[in-house]
């Protein structure tokens, strides 16, 4: 069954430092998206995107974060200059319509 | 604006009862509803989803949500809980009618189960 992949598994950091989280998303789907869960927190929206652009963004996605599907095969998330703050997991998911996506099984930052 | 309540942090209930896993939400259109499942170190899977056709929404691994409009409730429900089923379940709302791809999420429910 095909699912959706993410690298690293854990990303530990210094802050002020980049970082890139890469997911690979299902073949065939056209909506791709980021999610991240702060430890005791709810699950919050980051970003989604479609048609090689995004299409919607929450009031986290400021200008530190970044995404990119830079070959048709992966898409990435950049924080620019990681906070203490971002220390989170970090689910990418992708869906065929804009419904009900699949997710990764998502990626631990660790800010230090 | 929509939002989900998920009434109980944790659930606990023995091998072979009845799981009951409590979600209300608030929605100014039409929602879709889901629940998704996540395993210790493993990803969010999605278990049901509700989009406007029956109320009463068949999932994996035995579980069933009914919609409830009147009472704004989409509780998870299981006849015989199994040791396998113990994890922490989101219930989730997203606007159909919006262009606003958002899935808003519960705080989670942890469902313990007992031999």
């Known amino acids: 069954e095909p699912e959706v992949t993410q690298t690293p598994s854990h990303q530990v950091t210094q802050m002020g430092q980049e970082v890139i989280l890469r997911c690979v998303p299902i073949?065939?789907?056209?909506?791709f998206y980021w999610y991240r869960q702060i430890l005791g927190q709810k699950v919050e929206f980051l970003v989604s995107?479609?048609?090689?652009?995004?299409?919607?963004k929450s009031e986290i996605f400021d200008d530190q974060f970044s995404v990119e599907r830079p070959d048709g095969s992966n898409f990435t998330l950049k924080i620019r200059s990681t906070k203490l703050e971002d220390s989170a997991m970090y689910f990418c998911?992708?869906?065929?319509?804009?419904?009900?996506?699949?997710f990764g099984p998502g990626t631990r930052l660790t800010v230090l | 604006a929509q939002s989900v309540t998920q009434l109980d942090s944790h659930v606990s209930v023995s091998e072979g009862t009845p799981v009951l896993l409590r979600c209300n939400y608030s929605?100014?259109?039409?929602?879709?509803l889901f629940w998704y499942v996540q395993h210790p170190n493993k990803g969010l899977q999605l278990l049901l989803k509700?989009?406007?056709?029956a109320t009463l929404v068949k999932g994996i691994n035995g579980f069933e949500a009914e919609f409830k409009k009147s009472e704004t409730s989409f509780h998870l429900t299981k006849p015989s809980a199994h040791m396998s089923d113990a994890a922490e379940y989101f219930c989730?709302?997203?606007?159909?009618?919006?262009?606003?791809?958002?899935?808003?999420w519960g705080a989670g429910t942890k469902l313990i189960i007992k031999p």
């Open positions: 989730v709302v997203s606007d159909q009618y919006s262009s606003n791809y958002q899935l808003i």
């Open positions: 929605s100014s259109y039409s929602p879709s």
């Open positions: 509700y989009t406007s056709a």
């Open positions: 073949s065939n789907h056209l909506y």
């Open positions: 995107f479609y048609n090689n652009e995004i299409s919607e």
């Open positions: 998911a992708s869906s065929v319509v804009a419904t009900s996506p699949f």
